[in-house]
């Protein structure tokens, strides 16, 4: 079980003590015991499911109107180039 501890802490960029990998151990151990019992399920008729409940798309459409603000807008931007944002070029 230590080395499952290990492997969870490096995934989660954990520096863990060698007292936390005790303590953790166990709860780790009950956890997966728990992920087994799920494996006991009969899932062949249920379908996949991306959500537990139902979702609809909650978005609006989009709709372009002009800015009024735009000298009070870009007064607070650091760098401005016609009427527009000068952000750094970020392109490797």
């Not at 499911?49 to 009070?72: F, G």
């Not at 931007?77 to 952000?87: G, K, L, N, Q």
């Amino acid at each position: 079980m230590q080395i499952d501890v290990e492997h969870v802490a490096k995934l989660a960029r954990l520096g863990l003590s060698a007292e936390e990998k005790k303590l953790f151990g166990p709860q780790l151990s009950a956890i997966l015991g728990y992920a087994a019992n799920l494996n006991q399920l009969e899932t062949k008729e249920i379908p996949p499911t991306s959500h537990a409940i139902p979702v609809k798309n909650v978005l609006r459409d989009d709709k372009v109107i002009p800015c009024q603000n735009v000298d009070d807008i870009l007064a607070n931007a650091p760098d401005v180039a016609e009427h527009m944002f000068r952000v750094p070029r970020i392109v490797e």
